[in-house]
C-alpha cells in the first residue's frame, strides 16, 4: 500500500466542495492536493464525487454466510445468536477464501479499511491469519481486533458448548496468543473486550492494559440489548458503562460497539471520557436492536463511527445515512445529525477508530480516496449532502487504497 501517482478529481469533498482537485501521492500518502487546477495529462481522472475511503469499524466477516438465511420463523436476538453459532466453524484454508469474497465485497463498497472483530479461536491464530492474508490479497487495510472472550455471563456462568473455541481460558492466555502477531503494513492489531457478559472485571483490566502498553485501539460490545443491563445491574449493582468506568476502561482510545441501552449517566460518562460510538445500524435493523440515542451521545462528546457488523448489508453509506434516519422513526424529529458529520462518521471517525491516518483528503494522510459516479449527471448541481443521502455502496466506480488503484469500474 505505497504506491505512488497523481489523480485528478471532478468534485472533491475536503470538508468542503471542491472542483478540479489534484491528488499527488507519494509513497502511500497524500503529498499534496489542490483544488481549482487543470488536469495535468499524466494524472488519472476521476469522474463524479471523490471522498475520503470509507471506513467500516465494525465487522464480524464469517456472518456474512448468515445473509438471508435467517429471515423464515421467528424469534429475538438471543434466537438469531444460537443461529449465528451454527456458522462459527471454519478451516483455514476456507475462511481465507471466504475473508477474500467478504474484503473484496467492502472494497467495491468503496471501504478501504476494515475492522474486523475476530473471536474464533479453534485454530489459535489461524483464522486471524486467514483474515490477515485475505486482506493482504484483495489490497484492503485491516485492523484486526481480536477478541479476549472468557466467560457465558456477568454470572460467571461457564461458556456455552458453541464459546468453548472463543475463549482463550484466561487473559493471560488472550496476550500470550496476540503477542504472536505483528502490525505490518496494511495490518493494525487492536484488542477487544468482547462485552462486560464475556469478560469479567480483572480480565478487562489486563485487556486494557495490553492495548494501553502497546497504543493499539480498543473495542468492545456494549449495552445491545437491554438484557445485558439488567444482568450487570442485578450482579454488579451498575450499568455496564458504569462497570467499564469502574475498571477504568474508558478513554479516547475506547470504541464502544452499539451502546443502545444506555442511561441519562452512561451518555455522561462515555461523552466525558471521550469514547468512540460505533453504530451499526443495518443489522441493529436485522436483529430488532432498538434506536440508540447518537445524538446524545455525539453531543455529550462521543465521536461516531459506524460498521457493517453482521455484514448483512455491505454499505457504509447506508449506515451512515440509516444512523440519522433510524432517529428519526424513534424520536419524531428530522435532521437531529447534519451530513457532513454523518459523512465524517463513514470516513475519518471510523478512521480514528481502527488507528489509522486516513479519512480526510489532506497533505499527510494515507492516500485512501473513493469516487462516487452515477449515470445520469443531474446530481453534480447538488448539495454536498447528496453524498450521503443520494449514494449508495452499488454507485462506487473507483477505489484506492494507499496510491494503489483496487477498485476500477
Ligand atoms: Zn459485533
Same mark, same amino acid.
Given at each position: 500500500?505505497?504506491? /505512488?501517482?497523481?489523480?485528478?478529481?471532478?468534485?472533491?469533498?475536503?470538508?468542503?466542495? #471542491?472542483?478540479?482537485?489534484?491528488?499527488?501521492?507519494?509513497?502511500?500518502?497524500?503529498?499534496?492536493?489542490?483544488?481549482?487546477?487543470?488536469?495535468?495529462?499524466?494524472?488519472?481522472?476521476?469522474?463524479?464525487?471523490?471522498?475520503?475511503?470509507?471506513?467500516?469499524?465494525?465487522?464480524?466477516?464469517?456472518?456474512?454466510?448468515?445473509?438471508?438465511?435467517?429471515?423464515?420463523?421467528?424469534? &429475538?436476538?438471543?434466537?438469531?445468536?444460537?443461529?449465528?453459532?451454527?456458522?462459527?466453524?471454519?478451516?483455514?484454508?476456507?475462511?481465507?477464501?471466504? #475473508?477474500?469474497?467478504?474484503?473484496?465485497?467492502?472494497?467495491?463498497?468503496?471501504?478501504?479499511?476494515?475492522?474486523?472483530?475476530?473471536?474464533?479461536?479453534?485454530?489459535?491464530? %489461524?483464522?486471524?491469519?486467514?483474515?490477515?492474508?485475505?486482506?493482504?490479497?484483495?489490497?484492503?487495510?485491516?485492523?484486526?481486533?481480536?477478541?479476549?472472550?472468557?466467560?457465558?455471563?456477568?454470572?460467571?456462568?461457564?461458556?456455552? #458448548?458453541?464459546?468453548?473455541?472463543? /475463549?482463550?481460558?484466561?487473559? &493471560?492466555?488472550?496476550?500470550?496468543?496476540?503477542? %504472536?502477531?505483528?502490525?505490518?503494513?496494511?495490518?493494525?492489531?487492536?484488542?477487544?473486550?468482547?462485552?462486560?457478559?464475556?469478560?469479567?472485571?480483572?480480565?478487562?483490566?489486563?485487556?486494557?492494559?495490553?492495548?494501553?502498553?502497546?497504543?493499539?485501539?480498543?473495542?468492545?460490545?456494549?449495552?445491545? %440489548?437491554?438484557?445485558?443491563?439488567?444482568?450487570?445491574?442485578?450482579?454488579?449493582?451498575?450499568?455496564?458503562?458504569?462497570?467499564?468506568?469502574?475498571?477504568?476502561?474508558?478513554?479516547?482510545?475506547?470504541?464502544?460497539?452499539?451502546?443502545?441501552?444506555?442511561?441519562?449517566?452512561?451518555?455522561?460518562?462515555?461523552?466525558?471520557?471521550?469514547?468512540?460510538?460505533?453504530?451499526?445500524?443495518?443489522?441493529?435493523?436485522?436483529?430488532?436492536?432498538?434506536?440508540?440515542?447518537?445524538?446524545?451521545?455525539?453531543?455529550?462528546?462521543?465521536g461516531l463511527?459506524?460498521?457493517?457488523?453482521?455484514?448483512?448489508?455491505?454499505?457504509?453509506?447506508?449506515?451512515?445515512?440509516?444512523?440519522?434516519?433510524? %432517529?428519526?422513526?424513534?424520536?419524531?424529529?428530522?435532521?437531529?445529525?447534519?451530513?457532513e458529520d454523518l459523512l465524517r462518521a463513514a470516513t475519518a471517525g471510523?478512521?480514528?477508530?481502527?488507528?489509522?491516518?486516513?479519512g480526510?483528503?489532506?497533505?499527510?494522510?494515507?492516500?485512501?480516496?473513493?469516487?462516487?459516479?452515477?449515470?445520469?449527471?443531474?446530481?453534480?448541481?447538488?448539495?454536498?449532502?447528496?453524498?450521503?443521502?443520494?449514494?449508495?455502496?452499488?454507485?462506487?466506480?473507483?477505489?484506492?487504497?494507499?496510491?494503489?488503484?483496487?477498485?476500477?469500474?
Open positions: 500500500m505505497k504506491g /505512488s501517482g497523481r489523480w485528478h478529481a471532478e468534485q472533491a469533498w475536503l470538508g468542503h466542495r #471542491a472542483e478540479n482537485v489534484l491528488i499527488e501521492v507519494r509513497d502511500g500518502r497524500i503529498e499534496a492536493i489542490e483544488e481549482g487546477t487543470p488536469a495535468p495529462t499524466d494524472a488519472i481522472a476521476l469522474k463524479g464525487w471523490t471522498i475520503p475511503g470509507l471506513a467500516n469499524a465494525h465487522s464480524h466477516a464469517f456472518q456474512r454466510l448468515l445473509r438471508g438465511e435467517i429471515e423464515s420463523g421467528g424469534g &429475538d436476538f438471543w434466537e438469531w445468536r444460537a443461529q449465528m453459532y451454527r456458522f462459527t466453524e471454519w478451516d483455514p484454508a476456507d475462511y481465507f477464501k471466504h #475473508a477474500r469474497l467478504v474484503f473484496r465485497e467492502m472494497l467495491e463498497a468503496g471501504i478501504t479499511a476494515a475492522g474486523e472483530f475476530h473471536y474464533l479461536h479453534k485454530h489459535g491464530n %489461524q483464522l486471524g491469519e486467514a483474515l490477515i492474508d485475505a486482506a493482504r490479497e484483495e489490497g484492503i487495510r485491516l485492523t484486526l481486533i481480536d477478541a479476549c472472550y472468557l466467560r457465558g455471563g456477568l454470572d460467571g456462568g461457564p461458556l456455552e #458448548a458453541e464459546q468453548l473455541t472463543f /475463549s482463550d481460558g484466561d487473559a &493471560d492466555g488472550w496476550a500470550r496468543r496476540m503477542d %504472536q502477531l505483528r502490525d505490518t503494513d496494511g495490518l493494525r492489531l487492536a484488542a477487544a473486550i468482547h462485552s462486560v457478559r464475556a469478560v469479567d472485571s480483572e480480565s478487562m483490566r489486563v485487556v486494557a492494559t495490553y492495548a494501553r502498553d502497546r497504543r493499539m485501539p480498543l473495542h468492545v460490545h456494549l449495552a445491545e %440489548q437491554l438484557a445485558e443491563v439488567e444482568e450487570c445491574l442485578a450482579v454488579e449493582g451498575c450499568t455496564p458503562a458504569e462497570l467499564l468506568d469502574r475498571e477504568g476502561i474508558l478513554g479516547p482510545d475506547l470504541t464502544a460497539v452499539h451502546a443502545i441501552h444506555v442511561s441519562e449517566h452512561d451518555i455522561a460518562l462515555l461523552g466525558e471520557n471521550q469514547v468512540s460510538v460505533c453504530a451499526c445500524p443495518t443489522t441493529e435493523r436485522d436483529l430488532g436492536d432498538r434506536v440508540g440515542p447518537l445524538i446524545a451521545l455525539a453531543e455529550a462528546g462521543c463511527c459506524v460498521g457493517s457488523d453482521s455484514n448483512a448489508v455491505i454499505d457504509v453509506i447506508e449506515e451512515a445515512r440509516a444512523l440519522e434516519l433510524d %432517529q428519526r422513526r424513534a424520536t419524531g424529529r428530522r435532521v437531529l445529525h447534519q451530513p471510523g478512521m480514528q477508530s481502527l488507528g489509522w491516518d486516513a480526510e483528503l489532506r497533505q499527510g494522510m494515507l492516500a485512501d480516496f473513493v469516487t462516487l459516479d452515477q449515470p445520469d449527471s443531474l446530481w453534480r448541481e447538488l448539495s454536498p449532502s447528496y453524498i450521503v443521502y443520494g449514494f449508495s455502496a452499488c454507485d462506487v466506480v473507483n477505489v484506492v487504497v494507499g496510491g494503489v488503484t483496487v477498485v476500477q469500474k
